[in-house]
């Protein structure tokens, strides 16, 4: 479902709420003197300055609308009005005492990834306190709630436990059981929190929903399990039960976490896209290996959701535009939509202007959702009952009857596709596992490899680390083609499958001699500053 739009923040999945079992989520604690300093040495992120605002998406209507108007003025038409940004712009408050992290071992591989919630331990409110209030200094005795994928907690607490000095007054431990952790989708408000409770836009991005802890004050004497119920009752009213979304939101949304990162590196990961990474900060534990990465190496693997069709399926028109652009360059593109003068075709003044289409679709979570309702043919269909049908009065019509052929059709082919699809759901469920090997048949090479335990709840969308040349994101590969056809992992035999690779609307523009985000002439000056 999706809700209104949200400014430059995309469109938000439709409203709900979930609370996460331990197996999804848990909470550790890093308390006590020195915590800070302890932290500021193992995680990516600079605990010693603002995070940075999550990054706008990318606004696909607004590219779309500008080239149509350039096309009408071409024409000396009338142009359609265009929405001004500051009208489509929703103020989103990001707290600064929540931010996203990655932790590394010594070689510069994740351990997991997490979010850091910051609190006065001091503190009988257990909401985070106004960034005026309290200024993020070295030696604050804070704590911080570190929310993280419950297949990960294990090997993060360790992780911490190995790097505490033995006389320092750092205080670790698991509060998993104390502290529920909930998500609110459908919203960008995560103000007026009432007492017990702590609450800030996931710091990633907020089209991934408000992250919501039920903490507890001093004063009360509820159970977690009371603190939860509570929860539920409060935003049921407004924000349905919703268990699950989040799987299937971060999947859809291209965001890999906790164990599905283990042993990679952060910029493969995408980590510095959601604002995880710091490349200013001082030392910090696998620093080196980030840092070489970013300055002068090439990228040549990133995340991103992969939808997974059969051969007999048509290919939606997104990944038809992204194969011509890919194919053709996207200076021949309009020539081959249109034609050109010297061939009887009409020049309607396509103008691109600066704008260059990107070589893979741009497409939210929603719009992926809606995407897969149909082509797996889950969409909603009801058809009108036809006059003469029981409990509609008068004859039936000839020109009924051929609709009511029509409609019959319709419903027949409705239920052709719907059974294919759950057959192809099947099938990608069975074989599409975390470690599986995606295999392009026409050259026999290993193109990406499946991190999602499975693919997201009701698609054949999956993460994957992908080769950037083999999907039009780097130079030196071949073009990413609409026809291609792959196996996954040991799977012999059946239908031919392809593989549909897109961007997230988080993602900046990709620069294809290093597979880095493109620097625009603004950023770079800045960077010189």
Same mark, same amino acid.
């Given at each position: 479902?999706?809700?209104?739009?949200?400014?430059?923040?995309?469109?938000?999945?439709?409203?709900?709420?979930?609370?996460?079992?331990?197996?999804?989520?848990? $909470?550790?604690?890093?308390?006590?003197?020195?915590?800070?300093?302890?932290?500021?040495?193992?995680?990516?992120?600079?605990?010693?300055?603002?995070?940075?605002?999550?990054?706008?998406?990318?606004?696909?209507?607004?590219?779309?609308? *500008?080239?149509?108007?350039?096309?009408?003025?071409?024409?000396?038409?009338?142009?359609?009005?265009?929405?001004? *940004?500051?009208?489509?712009?929703?103020?989103?408050?990001?707290?600064?005492?929540?931010?996203?992290? !990655?932790?590394?071992?010594?070689?510069?591989?994740?351990?997991?990834?997490?979010?850091?919630?910051?609190?006065?331990?001091?503190?009988?409110?257990?909401?985070?306190?106004?960034?005026?209030?309290?200024?993020?200094?070295?030696?604050?005795?804070?704590?911080?709630?570190?929310?993280?994928?419950?297949?990960?907690?294990?090997?993060?607490?360790?992780?911490?436990?190995?790097?505490?000095?033995?006389?320092?007054?750092?205080?670790?431990?698991?509060? *998993?059981?104390?502290?529920?952790?909930?998500?609110?989708?459908?919203?960008?408000?995560?103000?007026?929190?009432?007492?017990? #409770?702590?609450? =800030?836009?996931?710091?990633?991005?907020?089209?991934?929903?408000?992250?919501?802890?039920?903490?507890?004050?001093?004063?009360?004497?509820?159970?977690?399990?009371?603190?939860?119920?509570?929860?539920?009752?409060?935003?049921?009213?407004?924000?349905?039960?919703?268990?699950?979304? #989040?799987?299937?939101?971060?999947? /859809?949304?291209?965001?890999?976490?906790?164990?599905? /990162?283990?042993?990679?590196?952060?910029?493969? !990961?995408?980590?510095?896209?959601?604002?995880?990474?710091?490349?200013?900060?001082? !030392?910090? %534990?696998?620093?080196?290996?980030?840092?070489?990465?970013?300055?002068?190496?090439?990228?040549?693997?990133?995340? /991103?959701?992969?939808?997974?069709?059969?051969?007999?399926?048509?290919?939606?028109?997104?990944?038809?535009?992204?194969?011509?652009?890919?194919?053709?360059?996207?200076?021949?593109?309009?020539?081959? /939509?249109?034609?050109?003068?010297? @061939?009887?075709?009409?020049?309607?003044? %396509?103008?691109?202007?600066?704008?260059?289409?990107?070589?893979?679709?741009?497409?939210?979570?929603?719009?992926?959702?809606? $995407?897969?309702?149909?082509? %797996?043919?889950?969409?909603?269909?009801?058809?009108?009952?036809?006059?003469?049908?029981?409990?509609?009065?008068?004859?039936?019509? &000839?020109?009924? @009857?051929?609709?009511?052929?029509?409609?019959?059709?319709?419903?027949? =082919?409705?239920?052709?596709?719907?059974?294919?699809?759950?057959?192809?759901?099947?099938?990608?469920?069975?074989?599409?596992?975390?470690?599986?090997?995606?295999?392009?048949?026409?050259?026999?090479?290993? $193109?990406?490899?499946?991190?999602?335990?499975? &693919?997201?709840?009701?698609?054949?969308?999956?993460?994957?680390?992908?080769?950037?040349?083999?999907?039009?994101?780097?130079?030196?590969?071949?073009?990413?083609?609409?026809?291609?056809?792959?196996?996954?992992?040991?799977?012999?035999?059946?239908?031919?499958?392809? #593989?549909?690779?897109?961007?997230?609307?988080?993602?900046?523009?990709?620069?294809?001699?290093?597979?880095?985000?493109? $620097?625009?002439?603004?950023?770079?000056?800045?960077?010189?500053?």
């Amino acid at each position: 479902r999706t809700a209104a739009a949200a400014g430059r923040f995309g469109k938000l999945w439709g409203r709900g709420h979930e609370t996460f079992p331990l197996s999804t989520r848990r $909470i550790l604690s890093v308390s006590g003197p020195g915590s800070t300093k302890y932290l500021q040495g193992l995680v990516t992120c600079d605990l010693l300055s603002e995070p940075p605002t999550p990054r706008e998406e990318y606004d696909v209507e607004e590219h779309a609308a *500008s080239v149509a108007k350039r096309a009408m003025e071409a024409q000396d038409a009338n142009p359609p009005q265009m929405i001004g *940004s500051e009208e489509r712009e929703v103020r989103v408050r990001f707290d600064s005492r929540t931010r996203s992290a !990655c932790f590394l071992d010594h070689r510069g591989r994740i351990v997991t990834d997490a979010l850091l919630w910051k609190r006065p331990i001091d503190d009988e409110s257990p909401e985070l306190p106004a960034p005026e209030a309290d200024p993020i200094r070295e030696e604050d005795e804070a704590e911080y709630l570190i929310d993280v994928a419950g297949d990960a907690a294990d090997a993060l607490l360790a992780h911490l436990k190995k790097y505490k000095l033995r006389k320092s007054k750092v205080k670790i431990g698991d509060r *998993s059981e104390e502290v529920g952790v909930h998500a609110v989708y459908g919203t960008l408000n995560a103000e007026g929190t009432p007492p017990g #409770y702590a609450a =800030a836009m996931d710091p990633r991005h907020p089209s991934l929903g408000m992250r919501v802890l039920s903490v507890g004050t001093p004063a009360d004497d509820l159970t977690p399990q009371q603190r939860t119920s509570n929860f539920q009752s409060m935003m049921s009213n407004f924000f349905p039960p919703a268990a699950g979304t #989040y799987s299937v939101l971060r999947t /859809l949304s291209g965001v890999a976490e906790g164990a599905e /990162l283990r042993g990679k590196t952060a910029l493969e !990961c995408n980590q510095e896209f959601m604002g995880s990474v710091s490349f200013s900060k001082g !030392c910090y %534990l696998g620093q080196e290996l980030t840092a070489r990465s970013h300055h002068t190496g090439m990228i040549r693997k990133r995340i /991103l959701p992969v939808a997974i069709i059969d051969d007999r399926t048509e290919v939606p028109r997104p990944w038809i535009l992204a194969d011509m652009i890919q194919e053709l360059g996207p200076d021949k593109l309009g020539e081959n /939509l249109f034609g050109t003068p010297e @061939e009887g075709m009409i020049d309607v003044g %396509l103008d691109l202007g600066d704008y260059v289409p990107p070589p893979l679709p741009r497409i939210s979570a929603p719009g992926m959702g809606g $995407i897969y309702s149909m082509l %797996l043919g889950t969409a909603p269909t009801v058809l009108p009952p036809p006059a003469g049908a029981e409990g509609v009065e008068g004859p039936v019509a &000839p020109e009924m @009857e051929i609709e009511m052929e029509t409609d019959l059709e319709q419903e027949e =082919a409705a239920r052709k596709l719907r059974e294919a699809g759950e057959k192809l759901l099947a099938r990608v469920s069975e074989h599409a596992v975390r470690g599986a090997k995606i295999i392009d048949e026409k050259d026999g090479k290993t $193109i990406g490899q499946i991190l999602s335990t499975s &693919p997201a709840p009701g698609t054949t969308v999956v993460l994957a680390q992908m080769r950037m040349d083999r999907v039009g994101l780097a130079e030196g590969g071949a073009p990413w083609s609409r026809k291609n056809t792959i196996r996954i992992g040991d799977e012999k035999g059946g239908q031919s499958l392809r #593989y549909l690779p897109y961007l997230p609307l988080w993602w900046p523009d990709i620069d294809r001699a290093s597979g880095k985000a493109q $620097i625009v002439e603004e950023d770079r000056r800045e960077e010189e500053e």
